[in-house]
């Protein structure tokens, strides 16, 4: 079977090793460059189902902020980031909102949850 | 309620000033202080809403406000005092530290150990100098990012990113989701200044194209940014005659690295290194000037907060030690307070310890004449420690009394020795 070549970055950590794949058949056959498992585990990814985490920011309602910052648990097929950012545009909470609060779940049909990364206290009156 | 005086004050709630207010309270430091510009704690990591933040000393991958939220919870269970909204005027050698925010008016705080950690800011337009007109539309990063991430603005649609810095591309994403179109990063140097990862994650993803060797030539428009005119280089950073493209947008943003704060550091003698503009430290990120400690980007620009967690949980530890130290010190110190008849005395504080060396001589002159026997004794409350007769004494005549080592026991007990001269009456 042929055998194709191709070069990654991983992403899953800051060291952000450069990778070299050999490919056979859509599978990873030998991956070179790597300094941890992850690496092998990010090729495969990437190959199959490409999937990286979102964060964002959702509107609110009468908080300290006009915006909570929110993030999906783990990470989402790539193809469908921009749909789940649609999403998340046509939601407003209303503060308080917690840290963890889940703003959307299982976005899309994923099975993953889109929660608050940070706690946006409600404006008290008169500040 | 702010206290006179702290063991531990840190100026800037960022990363590394949580950390170390958090590590010189477990470390025994008994009140802490933390003086903030801002209304909340966290620091830059609020805005910071991306992912990346903890994965070498938590083992987890959080968004910065999360990562940030962790040690605002720690440091709120352990009976810290903070100021926030609060400006820090000055700070003196002497770590005397002068602040002002609405909450508590200007206040005068005197401390143990000071804990530096006012991060870093922005270079600007101004300090790289970039020719051409001078229309609305020029932000740094981070300035961009605080009005797309907290404040809910958009500073442009169409953006060009002069610089390859971490901040800088991931903006570039962060402006591509909320449906911004990124033009172009342009980088002078031949390499990415910033985390491949990112390159990968923010810039290839979403297909915005990176030029290496490339800078911005000029900025054109008049009320607003209209386009900005790119320009490759050379090995000796000059520009490549026939190279230039106009790159119509509305906004440029720049990203061309950070500059530690060390405006107070100045104030209070602290030395820079011209390398890093930051502090120079010792192994306990100790500054030159005794006491005063300094940690994370005020010190040199980091890549990953991890690293300015650890910085600041070591500076934090070594600031409580040298607080602690210093009070020990100081309870060792007894104050000599003049009396009846006793106008002043020499040495004006005595550490209690010095008696197991040798007898200790105070010197002293009387407020008035007295020309008959008298007793100079030195006192501990109701208690006499000892005494010597003199026959008269004049305030143009010094007077001396020795301390013998056989009082070690009871100048032990005392925190204040006090002088008179009183009349021997009859004795």
């Not at chain 2, 000033?17 to 933390?34: F, H, N, P, R, Y």
């Not at chain 2, 050698?93 to 705080?109: E, I, N």
């Not at chain 2, 820079?272 to 940690?295: R, S, Y």
């Amino acid at each position: 079977m042929a055998q194709e070549h191709r070069k990654f970055i991983c992403i899953t950590c800051p060291q952000g090793c450069a990778l070299d794949a050999t490919i056979e058949g859509g599978t990873a056959v030998k991956i070179e460059g790597n300094t941890c498992k992850r690496g092998v585990d990010y090729v495969a990814g990437e190959l199959k189902d490409p999937r990286r985490m979102v964060t964002t920011t959702v509107r609110v309602k009468g908080g300290v902020h006009p915006l909570a910052p929110v993030y999906t648990e783990s990470p989402i097929p790539k193809p469908r980031i921009f749909d789940l950012l649609a999403e998340i545009r046509t939601i407003e909470l209303t503060a308080p909102v917690k840290f963890g609060d889940i703003v959307i779940k299982n976005a899309l049909g994923t099975g993953i949850d889109v929660v608050a990364s940070r706690s946006i206290a409600a404006k008290s009156e008169g500040s | 309620m702010l206290k006179e005086k702290y063991d531990v004050i840190v100026i800037g709630a960022g990363p590394a000033g949580l950390a170390a207010a958090i590590e010189a309270k477990k470390t025994g430091a008994q009140d802490v202080l933390v003086i903030e510009r801002a209304q909340e704690l966290g620091g830059i990591l609020q805005q910071c809403i991306h992912n990346g933040f903890g994965l070498q000393i938590l083992k987890r991958d959080l968004p910065g406000p999360a990562y940030a939220q962790r040690f605002i919870d720690e440091l709120a269970g352990l009976h810290i005092d903070t100021l926030l909204d609060a400006m820090a005027l000055n700070v003196t050698s002497g770590r005397h530290v002068s602040a002002t925010s609405r909450w508590s008016g200007f206040v005068d705080l005197d401390t143990r150990a000071l804990v530096l950690a006012m991060g870093c800011r922005e270079r600007t337009r101004a300090q790289i100098a970039l020719p051409g007109t001078r229309p609305a539309g020029v932000f740094t990063a981070g300035t961009a990012q605080r009005f797309v991430n907290i404040e809910g603005y958009m500073p442009g649609k169409r953006f060009v990113i002069l610089g390859s810095g971490d901040i800088g591309m991931i903006m570039a994403r962060r402006l591509t989701f909320e449906g911004a179109k990124v033009e172009r990063v342009l980088e002078i140097m031949p390499f990415l200044t910033g985390l491949t990862r990112n390159y990968v994650q923010c810039l290839m993803d979403y297909d915005i194209p990176l030029q290496l060797r490339h800078t911005v030539k000029r900025i054109i428009g008049n009320d607003r940014v209209e386009a900005i005119e790119s320009v490759q280089i050379d090995e000796q950073r000059q520009p490549i005659p026939g190279t230039e493209e106009i790159i119509p947008c509305d906004t440029l943003l720049l990203s061309v690295g950070l500059i530690p704060e060390n405006e107070l550091s100045r104030k209070a003698g602290v030395s820079l290194d011209p390398v890093t503009g930051g502090p120079f430290v010792d192994e306990k990120m100790q500054t030159n000037v005794p006491g005063i400690f300094a940690a994370g980007n005020v010190v040199h620009v980091y890549d990953l907060v991890d690293w300015v967690t650890q910085a600041g949980w070591l500076c934090g530890r070594n600031a409580a030690e040298y607080a602690i130290s210093e009070r020990k010190r100081h309870g060792r110190r007894v104050k000599m307070k003049a009396g009846d008849n006793v106008r002043y005395i020499v040495p004006h504080t005595l550490d209690k310890e010095s008696l197991a060396e040798s007898v200790q001589r105070l010197q002293m002159r009387v407020t008035l004449p007295i020309e008959e026997p008298v007793w100079v004794e030195v006192m501990n409350g109701e208690e006499r420690v000892t005494r010597k007769a003199e026959l008269y004494v004049r305030p143009g005549e010094m007077v001396n009394i020795d301390i013998p080592q056989s009082a070690y026991d009871a100048v032990q007990r005392a925190s204040e020795l006090s002088v008179r001269v009183i009349k021997r009456q009859g004795g």
